[in-house]
């Protein structure tokens, strides 16, 4: 009888531990989300919040949403799913750090950079980046056919590719045609 109050007991704390931890992310959610300019409440209701951070906390497009839908595939589309779980964290991330060793922490360890993105006086950066998060823009174009919405065209595409923005295959932000180096991480282009 001792033992099974023993694990009573153990099981109320642990509990209780989970339900304060969750509460306390849901905040820092909210917190992030209004600091990206999103009402906060849309933290708050399940797989809708995904959706959001995807659309316009992260700011990439919303077939990497979609792609988390595959998770109930075995196997591969799991690792769809996780691929594309860990670029829409990663997207957060870079909004809220220009470090590039930070964005892989804060992508790995997300709910841990989550209480820091809510609850710190890290600032949101709401300027332009690929809108594919780690991966470059051409190549999602190039893998869904160049028929994304955002291109037009294969003879527009080739013939604005001189004048479209570049984005760093290390970190994602901007950055001009004829540069040699990141500005923000200094990876080599």
């Not at 820092?28 to 919040?49: D, Q, R």
């Not at 839908?69 to 991330?93: C, D, E, K, R, W």
């Not at 930070?102 to 600032?123: A, C, E």
Request: with cysteine; charged share 15%.
């Amino acid at each position: 009888m001792e033992i099974l109050m023993a694990f009573a007991v153990v099981f109320l704390f642990v509990m209780l531990f989970s339900f304060v931890l969750a509460i306390i992310g849901i905040i820092a959610l909210y917190k992030t989300f209004e600091k990206a300019g999103v009402e906060g409440w849309k933290a708050i209701i399940p797989f809708y919040n995904y959706y959001v951070m995807t659309k316009d906390v992260a700011k990439i497009e919303e077939f990497w949403f979609f792609l988390l839908l595959l998770a109930i595939v075995p196997v591969i589309g799991q690792l769809i799913a996780a691929v594309a779980m860990f670029n829409i964290h990663y997207s957060v991330v870079r909004r809220f750090s220009e470090a590039s060793d930070i964005r892989v922490l804060g992508t790995i360890f997300f709910p841990i950079y989550v209480l820091f993105s809510g609850f710190g006086n890290l600032k949101y950066d709401n300027s332009e980046m690929s809108r594919n998060g780690f991966f470059q823009d051409s190549t999602i174009d190039n893998i869904r056919g160049g028929s994304g919405k955002y291109t037009g065209s294969t003879n527009s595409t080739s013939s604005s590719s001189s004048t479209s923005s570049k984005f760093c295959k290390n970190c994602g932000n901007k950055v001009n045609e004829n540069d040699k180096f990141c500005q923000s991480c200094g990876n080599k282009l």
